[in-house]
């Protein structure tokens, strides 16, 4: 089907030439165009005149009458002026105020930015791609002077025609609809050269920014549209749709009633004064958000309780964040029915309609003022947060809230929280290690391993190439194993389990009390819309059910066996399957979705195998490795066999670590994308759930192998365990696996911070944003755009992306799993977390505030799914660090030598206690050392409890092995059950909510009742005062129709008032009744509407007065909220 131009396809208004729109569409686009030609008659609020000089034709020989491409706005019922319910603009912006910050007028706000690109595809094919443009001219909600053609705008405030082709007109005081640009058969031409996937795109890009109008929002596009490059569209919320939005959404802003703050005394307020002077040189200098000692009453915004709120100027009354939120939950519900059937900026981001959409920032973070006033949020957060500098400051949380959003601002409290509260648990880590090194010297065990005059002999490390040792040659490794290895350990351990019961429960009282002063208790969960492959695949279900049941009822089979099936019968079809609700399924079942968790079972199993495999590739690198340097002739490269081969090992688990973390962050999303979520909180949550599981197991599994499995399973003397009959299972060092798992975890943690949180973090931003640059326009456009300062929005748009918190999340779960998890043979561990972190809060400001897009102010009472993780790997770290000190660790088999075997009460003689015996004679053939001679040594000793070669159970496990495991399992169940009850003990003892806090929710809720009771006393003496006027005299009132416009509470032009074009009879918010009422109720009603403060006629019992008509207008207002 194509739609062509009838002959007369021009038509004349206010003495411009308008083309109708003729475009040459494939089959596919047809119904687009259809679309189209639909949604220009059923523009919400414009009212179409039928004209009869063209009509548009269709091949079915079907002619409709054309839409007329003028109309004018009606007046408000309340001041009787043109009020459109948006308007666009052509002018190029930044015009007035801060550059880039508002529309060409100077007065409005840029809240939001579209992006798309256009893209050449031939000569002529841009002009070519704003023919079909529906273009709205309106007059805005200022007085509009003058205007021409060509893209000028008018400085006072007046919208231009946008200067994108040819034949555009402006009407002051009206609203023209363009459909076309130009005329003639070099259109035509350029018409059939453009693709017509970039036509339908445009269409529904046209058709969505028609919404957004119908919405209310106020649109300016740039001047003059390039022919290559981004294209931006700027939205503007006026007050009305701020005021309905806000108050849709539920946002809580201060009233004008406040309270002052219980004043402390005595010990107390000496106290605090003293703590906030020692703490004023770490304020971060930035104003105050609280006025001193006052605190302001909060109440969800309400367009009838105006008068409570401080309004200053309606223009800043709402921050840009709170602007920015408001729009973008606009364009997430405008929906693209007619063209798409997509609902969303989401949505059409992801079908490529739009490149991007975005707030804008405040400006240049670069400060250029010197007084803290002058500058915005932008440069304050830059200056006080973002710099290195300011390392040592107190975070402005509060600030961060007001710009980014409640989400973000709990994101940087909490860790915030974090860090403060590793300084502590770093300082007793460095106590604990400074045990260690001041007694190392005198730590006997050690001194035992060390004395050559023991003269241990020790059975090789491995077969054949390897000979007998002596145990004083692993001194080193014996001394640096009691630095972490020490019984202050164990009370590390508790004390890092307790710890984390504490931070936990300081985080909550921490966030409840962020909830309060950021006016979010009792705040409800916003109501969220499917994401767009959730969308999309509805979309494909519904239409592939459609198309069978229409292949079902028709007679397809017939038509093609006679051949009299057309093309105008083929696009019928499709015009009728377009046509179809998008309801006809409402949701997806688990049978849409078993096919994506199948899939998500089986990778996630072979994730784990991939896991578990790299870390027995390394396994075997070190058994390889190990038997390769034993076998040099070389004494050093034998001596430093167990060192280099750990390194090394470490180094290689690390990089593998790094590249399967960024694979399973992909592999995560896209096994998320499989599960089809409907909502972004649900996607959000699974993908949170994958990403941690898989990246918990990669980065712990290595510290958990030679935590827990290394040397358990290697065998003895005579009998050990071989890898591919070739290489026997590593052993642990003489002085225990401790040291080697101090080792790991240091360097992977290090590593991690180091590379992937930092370097990463810095040079991938940077990496992204040169070949952004490299990717930039020709030379030509270049030199225009120096020749002009760059907007906010261009500006802005070179920035990358705000992907989410995930990523931030992630990499402090996973460090607070090294700090707490194994912990006890790491208690320098917090050390470097705290260091870490103090860097990561300035790059992760410095990344929010210079190198990232602003993303949307979204709200959070709380942390989410993340709070639930840390407090599983709280009680996780408990098992963990029980284990590793009973297991790992020499602690127990110490405590049952000494206290069961030792004759002295001593720790003399441990290591003698803990080697067996192994003759010689008994090692299989071809494992004995190559150097060995027969009759040099006929007993070597190993690390086990085992019975000696001469008893009746040779190398069986001895008696001493049964008490030690016991031991062991006792500690295991002891430590458990004495820290959990010690952590319970601590959040009983914290309560979740501050006294203070719960005072002042109760005095709010006190203060509030009573405003509104004093209101609702006010309104009905009010009301009482009104009808007793009314009902009086009968003839007296005639002269006095409308005597409740005399109150000063009743304001015809109140801000409250009906939004324009929503009509004042069909929205019953209420209106106050006049006197005139009483004579005549209803009918003889045509004066403006006089609008009302908030009351509600509830509880008015209707006594007013003597009137007939007194029942009547009871009736009438029982349940009118006025």
């Known amino acids: 089907m194509t739609l062509r131009r009838s002959p007369s396809s021009a038509y004349a208004a206010g003495g411009e030439v308008f083309p109708r729109a003729n475009t040459a569409l494939s089959e596919s686009s047809s119904i687009h165009s259809d679309a189209l030609y639909h949604l220009a008659l059923e523009l919400h609020g414009l009212g179409l005149d039928r004209s009869s000089s063209s009509y548009w034709a269709l091949d079915d020989d079907t002619a409709h009458p054309p839409p007329p491409l003028r109309t004018v706005v009606g007046s408000s019922p309340v001041t009787g002026s043109p009020q459109p319910q948006g308007s666009i603009s052509g002018g190029g912006g930044g015009g007035g105020g801060a550059a880039g910050l508002y529309f060409s007028d100077g007065r409005r706000k840029v809240d939001y930015v579209l992006v798309f690109h256009h893209r050449r595809h031939g000569g002529g094919s841009m002009r070519a791609a704003m023919h079909h443009r529906l273009s709205i001219i309106s007059n805005g909600n200022f007085p509009t002077t003058a205007a021409a053609g060509g893209g000028s705008s008018?400085?006072?405030?007046?919208?231009?025609?946008?200067?994108?082709?040819?034949?555009?007109?402006?009407?002051?005081?009206?609203?023209?609809?363009?459909?076309?640009?130009?005329?003639?058969?070099?259109?035509?031409?350029?018409?059939?050269?453009?693709?017509?996937?970039?036509?339908?795109?445009?269409?529904?890009?046209?058709?969505?920014?028609?919404?957004?109008?119908?919405?209310?929002?106020?649109?300016?596009?740039?001047?003059?549209?390039?022919?290559?490059?981004?294209?931006?569209?700027?939205?503007?919320?006026?007050?009305?749709?701020?005021s309905r939005e806000a108050e849709f959404l539920k946002i809580k802003v201060p009233t004008k009633k406040g309270y002052e703050l219980k004043e402390e005394s005595g010990f107390n307020a000496s106290m605090s004064a003293a703590w906030r002077k020692l703490n004023q040189p770490f304020q971060p200098n930035v104003p105050q958000q609280e006025h001193g000692r006052t605190k302001f009453l909060s109440h969800c915004f309400s367009r009838d309780k105006l008068h409570l709120y401080n309004i200053k100027s309606k223009d800043t009354f709402f921050d840009n964040a709170t602007r920015g939120r408001i729009v973008y939950e606009i364009?997430?519900?405008?929906?693209?029915?007619?063209?798409?059937?997509?609902?969303?900026?989401?949505?059409?981001?992801?079908?490529?309609?739009?490149?991007?959409?975005?707030?804008?920032?405040?400006?240049?973070?670069?400060?250029?003022?010197?007084?803290?006033?002058?500058?915005?949020?932008?440069?304050?957060?830059?200056?006080?947060?973002?710099?290195?500098?300011?390392?040592?400051?107190?975070?402005?949380?509060?600030?961060?809230?007001?710009?980014?959003?409640?989400?973000?601002?709990?994101?940087?409290?909490?860790?915030?929280?974090?860090?403060?509260?590793?300084?502590?648990?770093?300082?007793?880590?460095?106590?604990?290690?400074?045990?260690?090194v001041a007694t190392v010297d005198t730590n006997v065990p050690s001194l035992e391993m060390c004395d050559e005059r023991?003269?241990?002999?020790?059975?090789?490390?491995?077969?054949?190439?390897?000979?007998?040792?002596?145990?004083?040659?692993?001194?080193?490794?014996?001394?640096?194993?009691?630095?972490?290895?020490?019984?202050?350990?164990?009370?590390?351990?508790?004390?890092?389990?307790?710890?984390?019961?504490?931070?936990?429960?300081?985080?909550?009282?921490?966030?409840?009390?962020?909830?309060?002063?950021?006016?979010?208790?009792?705040?409800?969960?916003?109501?969220?819309?499917?994401?767009?492959?959730?969308?999309?695949?509805?979309?494909?279900?519904?239409?592939k059910r459609a198309k069978s049941k229409k292949k079902r009822k028709s007679e397809p089979e017939k038509r093609e066996e006679d051949g009299t099936e057309t093309g105008k019968d083929r696009w019928r079809q499709k015009l009728l399957l377009a046509a179809l609700p998008l309801t006809a399924i409402k949701k997806l079942t688990w049978r849409d979705r078993m096919p994506g968790y199948c899939i998500n079972l089986s990778s996630i199993l072979f994730m784990f195998g991939l896991t578990f495999s790299a870390v027995f590739g390394v396994i075997v690198y070190r058994i390889?490795?190990?038997?390769?340097?034993?076998?040099?002739?070389?004494?050093?490269?034998?001596?430093?066999?167990?060192?280099?081969?750990?390194?090394?090992?470490?180094?290689?688990?690390?990089?593998?670590?790094?590249?399967?973390?960024?694979?399973?962050?992909?592999?995560?999303?896209?096994?998320?994308?499989?599960?089809?979520?409907?909502?972004?909180?649900?996607?959000?949550?699974?993908?949170?759930?994958?990403?941690?599981?898989?990246?918990?197991?990669?980065?712990?599994?290595?510290?958990?192998?030679?935590?827990?499995?290394?040397?358990?399973?290697?065998?003895?003397?005579?009998?050990?365990?071989?890898?591919?009959?070739?290489?026997?299972?590593?052993?642990?060092?003489?002085?225990?696996?401790?040291?080697e798992l101090c080792i790991q975890l240091s360097i992977i943690m290090l590593g991690k911070q180091l590379i992937q949180n930092n370097i990463f973090e810095i040079g991938i931003p940077k990496l992204k944003k040169l070949m952004k640059k490299l990717k930039d326009k020709g030379e030509e456009e270049r030199e225009e755009e120096r020749s002009r300062p760059p907007q906010q929005w261009n500006l802005d748009y070179e920035l990358v992306p705000f992907e989410g918190l995930t990523p931030e999340y992630m990499e402090m779960i996973i460090q607070f799993g090294f700090v707490s998890l194994f912990v006890a043979s790491f208690p320098l561990a917090p050390l470097f977390a705290l260091l870490n972190n103090v860097i990561e809060i300035r790059l992760d400001a410095k990344k929010f505030v210079t190198e990232l897009r602003r993303p949307v102010a979204v709200r959070a009472k709380d942390i989410g799914i993340w709070y639930n993780i840390l407090s599983g790997m709280g009680k996780f770290s408990v098992i963990i660090n029980a284990f590793v000190i009973s297991f790992t660790s020499d602690f127990i088999?110490?405590?049952?030598?000494?206290?069961?075997?030792?004759?002295?009460?001593?720790?003399?003689?441990?290591?003698?206690?803990?080697?067996?015996?192994?003759?010689?004679?008994?090692?299989?053939?071809?494992?004995?050392?190559?150097?060995?001679?027969?009759?040099?040594?006929?007993?070597?000793?190993?690390?086990?409890?085992?019975?000696?070669?001469?008893?009746?159970?040779?190398?069986?496990?001895?008696?001493?092995?049964?008490?030690?495991?016991?031991?062991?399992?006792?500690?295991?169940?002891?430590?458990?059950?004495?820290?959990?009850?010690?952590?319970?003990?601590?959040?009983?003892?914290?309560?979740?909510?501050?006294?203070?806090?719960?005072?002042?929710?109760?005095?709010?809720?006190?203060?509030?009742?009573?405003?509104?009771?004093?209101?609702?006393k006010e309104k009905f003496q009010l009301i009482q005062s009104l009808f007793a006027g009314g009902g009086g005299g009968g003839a007296n009132n005639k002269d006095h129709p409308s005597s409740s416009s005399k109150d000063p509470s009743c304001q015809p032009g109140d801000p409250a008032g009906p939004l324009p074009g929503h009509g004042g009879g069909g929205h019953h918010h209420g209106t106050l009744p006049s006197a005139g009422l009483s004579q005549g109720g209803l009918a003889g009603d045509t004066g403006p509407r006089v609008r009302c403060r908030a009351a509600s006629f509830s509880q008015f019992s209707g006594t007013g007065g003597g009137s007939a008509s007194s029942p009547s207008i009871k009736k009438d207002t029982t349940h009118t909220a006025v």
């Open 154 to 242: 008018d400085t006072s405030g007046g919208a231009a025609a946008p200067g994108e082709g040819g034949g555009g007109g402006v009407c002051v005081g009206e609203v023209c609809v363009e459909l076309g640009g130009g005329a003639g058969e070099q259109q035509q031409q350029q018409e059939e050269e453009e693709e017509p996937a970039e036509r339908e795109v445009a269409l529904i890009r046209e058709e969505f920014e028609a919404n957004l109008l119908e919405a209310g929002l106020e649109i300016e596009r740039d001047g003059e549209l390039k022919s290559h490059g981004p294209c931006f569209t700027r939205l503007h919320a006026p007050w009305p749709v701020l």
């Open 454 to 543: 023991q003269n241990f002999t020790m059975c090789p490390l491995c077969d054949g190439a390897c000979d007998f040792w002596h145990l004083s040659t692993a001194c080193g490794t014996a001394r640096a194993s009691h630095l972490f290895d020490n019984p202050a350990t164990v009370f590390f351990a508790i004390f890092m389990s307790l710890w984390a019961a504490l931070f936990l429960e300081h985080w909550k009282r921490r966030q409840i009390s962020l909830s309060h002063s950021w006016d979010l208790t009792g705040i409800e969960d916003d109501e969220e819309h499917p994401r767009p492959r959730y969308e999309t695949i509805l979309l494909q279900k519904t239409q």
């Open 893 to 1016: 088999p110490r405590l049952v030598y000494q206290y069961m075997y030792s004759e002295t009460g001593s720790m003399h003689g441990f290591i003698d206690h803990t080697l067996s015996y192994f003759n010689v004679s008994n090692f299989k053939p071809g494992t004995v050392p190559h150097s060995y001679q027969p009759g040099d040594i006929t007993v070597c000793r190993y690390k086990d409890y085992r019975e000696p070669p001469w008893s009746l159970e040779a190398y069986q496990f001895s008696k001493q092995y049964w008490c030690v495991l016991a031991a062991r399992l006792a500690f295991v169940i002891l430590f458990q059950n004495l820290v959990m009850f010690l952590s319970m003990l601590v959040a009983w003892l914290i309560p979740d909510v501050p006294k203070t806090i719960v005072e002042q929710l109760k005095r709010e809720k006190t203060l509030m009742v009573d405003v509104f009771l004093r209101e609702e």
């Open 331 to 436: 364009l997430r519900r405008t929906v693209c029915v007619r063209t798409c059937r997509s609902m969303g900026i989401t949505t059409l981001i992801a079908k490529g309609v739009y490149d991007s959409a975005f707030p804008v920032h405040d400006g240049d973070y670069n400060v250029t003022t010197g007084h803290s006033e002058e500058r915005n949020d932008r440069q304050l957060l830059h200056e006080e947060w973002a710099r290195y500098g300011a390392f040592y400051k107190y975070q402005p949380v509060d600030l961060i809230r007001k710009y980014f959003g409640e989400k973000i601002g709990l994101y940087f409290a909490w860790l915030g929280v974090y860090t403060q509260l590793l300084v502590p648990a770093s300082v007793v880590g460095i106590i604990v290690f400074g045990y260690g």
């Open 624 to 739: 390889t490795v190990s038997a390769l340097m034993a076998m040099s002739p070389d004494p050093e490269t034998k001596a430093n066999v167990r060192i280099t081969v750990t390194a090394t090992a470490v180094l290689i688990n690390l990089v593998v670590i790094l590249i399967l973390d960024e694979i399973y962050g992909a592999v995560a999303v896209w096994l998320t994308e499989l599960e089809i979520p409907k909502t972004d909180s649900t996607f959000e949550e699974h993908l949170i759930l994958k990403a941690f599981l898989l990246k918990f197991m990669n980065a712990y599994a290595p510290i958990f192998y030679v935590a827990f499995f290394k040397g358990r399973f290697a065998g003895r003397p005579g009998n050990y365990v071989y890898v591919f009959n070739d290489y026997r299972m590593e052993e642990c060092a003489p002085g225990g696996c401790l040291i």
